[in-house]
């Protein structure tokens, strides 16, 4: 069951950047922390990005900190995924993710989306 629908996706140039956006179908996400994944083919789900309901704090896996920012607009219900400095190897399907616990593990996320695209061309 889809909850979550994620924009923002396609193609770039390494070293260009994308903003990600993730919505909530139906019911908002007020108090839910907001994450991001991705995914390769062939390859298990990645924690990429996480944000506390209340904004206050976040965290990044390693490899995308300092590139990629995660923010929220409560107002609005929506997450978003800026990616700067894109890499070749950010090529991935991003997946937005929400639960109730501060937790990175993909097996506890509640709530889901289809995941959008991104592919980074040199």
């Known amino acids: 069951q889809v909850q979550l629908v994620e924009s923002g996706g396609g193609l770039a140039q390494v070293g260009n950047s994308l903003r990600l956006s993730c919505v909530p179908a139906e019911r908002p996400s007020r108090f839910y922390h907001r994450l991001w994944f991705r995914q390769v083919s062939g390859k298990e789900r990645e924690f990429v990005a996480a944000?506390?309901?209340?904004?206050?704090?976040?965290h990044y896996s390693h490899s995308m900190k300092g590139r990629f920012t995660i923010s929220r607009d409560d107002a609005n219900n929506t997450v978003y995924l800026q990616m700067n400095n894109l890499k070749s190897e950010d090529t991935a399907v991003y997946y937005c993710a929400q639960a109730r616990d501060w937790t990175f593990e993909s097996a506890a996320m509640e709530y889901w989306g289809k995941g959008t695209l991104v592919t980074v061309s040199s």
């Open positions: 944000i506390t309901w209340s904004g206050s704090t976040t």
